[in-house]
């Protein structure tokens, strides 16, 4: 107990007060809401790349992110506005790769280095707060505005609207393209639809996470619920749930203790999936 | 369909599906342009294989052949689930009934395989388009997935259009064959087709084919070996 206290400062132990105390301020409100719009939104987007096996692709769009961010804190622009337009750029480059974009891991990769090679020279130009670099990279609840909160539902019930309606042709192209095809289904294009909902997810989630932990949120609850149950109805809410779960857990114990919401976060998806790993 | 590798089997397929465009010719199916009918063909690709990371269950696969390709959030209908009762139907016929719930990754290949031919059937077909079926199963599971499409033929009432790299498992049950081999094909019954001469005519080599004790063909000699059962995993 000497070790948590010095640790969670400000925590009564009482499940009551200390939700209380959580939302008594409304930078955490803003915070727990963003957070919970984006632990949706990439533990259903997740769910799909975890099955698609694309985690290469959404780890790419994410070091996208980082310049993107960076280079809208550059020139001045909300960084929302950085972390969308970098994403979804990044999400249609992806697209145009020839052949496999998950498998073409030597053209990513040179991508991905070049991503956080831009993004250094932003964040360098701007030398701005120095804690700014580990903001963009490793995530941040502080500070998170009405707006940004908005932005994010908004982006995250446009994405989710288009998952549900595309939901069933996308699982078929998933797990079985060439009968998908031959059925009718438009396979390409359904691959490319959901890259730009992945950068969507990706940049969305980035803005908790920071670029760099943007997996603790997109693969692990995915990954652990794909572990847990071969259902794909069962697995999408499954891995919806242990994302919330995780988020909530992780921007409470960063509010009440003097270490970071991103380790947290990652700790505790880790967690998650090694447990599910065993559990099975 | 019957012949050797790259001699066009698949790709005749395709073109049935409408997934390959002609370049000379015209075909017809059931009727058709290809690709206006593919409603009415159940199709399964050449080697499909989930390895044990694919977390999707057999039943589930079976129903994405039902309605995967239609659009928006499926709900919850009131009264009986005539999909369900389809889907359940088909993995009956299959014998697959034990193991359908499990992840299709943790089946072997020739359950993956049943599972496989439910989905291309679960829509009724009046087509059935099975590429390489028997290819990359072991000997038992390829003369009982043979005898469970002559069954479903029989049954089901559907045409069966059967792409076999090994001619023995299925030559019991094959009204008609294909053969294709030189850039061309001989159409025709087993008996007509599997002789020495046609065969011989077909490869511009010399083709043996045996009767063994209880009736069945078999084919020595084709260049290459592609009949030889295994020799398609020596290379």
Redo the contacts between chains.
């Keep these: 107990m000497s070790i948590d206290a010095s640790i969670f400062q400000g925590l009564s132990w009482n499940p009551v007060t200390d939700v209380h105390r959580l939302l008594e301020f409304h930078f955490m409100v803003n915070a727990l809401e963003a957070g919970t719009t984006v632990a949706v939104l990439a533990g259903a987007i997740g769910w799909f790349m975890v ?1 698609r096996r694309q985690t290469f692709a959404g780890h790419t769009l994410a070091v996208i992110a980082f310049p993107g961010a960076a280079g809208a804190a550059l020139a001045g622009l909300p960084l929302a506005f950085g972390y969308f337009g970098a994403c979804v750029a990044g999400a249609l480059a992806l697209a145009g790769i020839p052949g496999d974009p998950s498998r073409e891991s030597a053209a990513t990769g040179t991508v991905q280095a070049l991503g956080l090679g831009l993004g250094f020279l932003f964040v360098s130009l701007y030398g701005g707060l120095l804690n700014g670099v580990s903001a963009l990279l490793f995530g941040t609840f502080l500070g998170i505005t009405d707006h940004q909160v908005l932005t994010l539902v908004v982006v995250a019930v446009a994405a989710l609207g288009a998952l ?6 996308l ?2 192209a998933s ?2 393209a ?8 438009p396979v390409r294009a359904l691959s490319l639809g959901f890259l730009l909902l992945l950068g969507l997810a990706v940049a969305a989630t980035s803005q908790i996470t920071g670029a760099l932990l943007v997996f603790a949120l997109l693969v692990a609850p995915a990954a652990a619920a ?2 847990l ?4 109805l069962r ?1 999408l809410l499954l891995s919806v749930g242990l994302g919330l779960v995780v988020t909530w857990l992780g921007l409470a114990l960063a509010y009440f203790s003097v270490y970071p919401a991103g380790f947290y976060i990652t700790t505790l998806a880790f967690v998650a999936y090694v447990a599910a790993r065993f559990a099975r | 369909m019957l012949g050797s590798n790259g001699a066009g089997k698949s790709t005749l397929l395709k073109v049935t ?1 409408g ?1 390959v465009p002609l370049r000379a010719g015209t075909a017809t199916v059931l009727g058709r342009r290809p690709g206006d009918a ?2 009415d ?1 159940g ?3 050449q080697r ?1 294989n ?1 390895d044990a990371s ?4 057999g039943v ?2 079976v129903r ?2 039902l ?8 709900l919850p209908r009131l009264g009986p689930d005539e999909g369900r009762r389809r889907v359940d139907e088909v993995i009956e016929l299959v014998g697959a009934g034990r193991y359908a719930e ?3 990754g943790t089946l072997s290949g020739g359950e993956q395989q049943r599972l496989l031919i439910a ?2 059937l679960v829509r009724r077909p009046s087509l059935l388009m099975l590429d390489e079926p028997l290819d990359s199963l072991d000997l038992t599971n390829q003369a009982a997935v043979a005898a469970l499409v002559q069954r479903i033929c029989r049954e089901e009432d559907v045409a069966v259009l059967l792409v076999a790299h090994d001619v023995n498992p299925i030559l019991g049950y094959l009204d008609r064959v294909v053969y294709f081999a030189g850039g061309t094909a001989v159409c025709g019954t087993p008996g007509e087709v599997i002789t020495a001469e046609t065969l011989s005519a077909l490869y511009a080599a010399p083709i043996e084919v045996l009767r063994t004790a209880d009736g069945r063909l078999v084919v020595v000699g084709v260049p290459e070996a592609p009949f030889a059962h295994g020799s398609r995993h020596e290379h």
């Design positions: 099955l549900a309606a595309g939901g069933r042709p699982l078929f797990v079985d060439d009968v998908a095809q031959a059925a009718g289904v794909q572990r149950t071969a259902r794909p697995g | 599906l997934l593919n409603a063909i199709y399964l690709p499909r989930w694919s977390r999707i269950r589930d696969v994405l052949g309605d995967g390709a239609r659009w928006g959030v499926p499990r992840a299709i989905q291309a």
